[in-house]
Nanobody, 124 residues
Framework: QVQVEESGGGLVQAGGSLRLSCAASGGTFSRYVMAWFRQAPGKEREFAAYISRSGSFTQYADSVKGRFTISRDNAKNTVILQMNSLKPEDTAVYYC?????????????????WGQGTQVTVSS
């Protein structure tokens, strides 16, 4: 039911930062758990970060832990992925995902709604 759209991707040098935004519409945003995934060329889609409905719980892939921060503003129907200390291996299309059901294993959850993705390219 909910629709999501990513923005904020771009080209950045290694060590730099980017802030990705995901705007949601068409549903009650606070009912949805949200996540960011990414897919590099030739690789499977990879879980990056998750946030619960209230924002009280977050989970990160080991590959981004300590560098990325996910947050949400339910009043603005947005979720943010702040990416710091970017590495070339972070280069990927980043997707925002939403689901009406939470999970104790956010990376394994089959999210029902996906955005179109936004390209992040990190140069060395």
């Amino acid at each position: 039911q909910v629709q999501v759209e990513e923005s904020g991707g771009g080209l950045v040098q290694a060590g730099g930062s980017l802030r990705l935004s995901c705007a949601a519409s068409g549903g009650t945003f606070s009912r949805y758990v949200m996540a960011w995934f990414r897919q590099a060329p030739g690789k499977e889609r990879e879980f990056a970060a998750y946030i619960s409905r209230s924002g009280s719980f977050t989970q990160y892939a080991d590959s981004v832990k300590g560098r990325f921060t996910i947050s949400r503003d339910n009043a603005k129907n947005t979720v943010i992925l702040q990416m710091n200390s970017l590495k070339p291996e972070d280069t990927a299309v980043y997707y925002c995902a939403a689901d009406a059901y939470g999970s104790s294993s956010p990376a394994a959850l089959r999210y029902g709604t996906w955005g179109q993705g936004t390209q992040v390219t990190v140069s060395s």
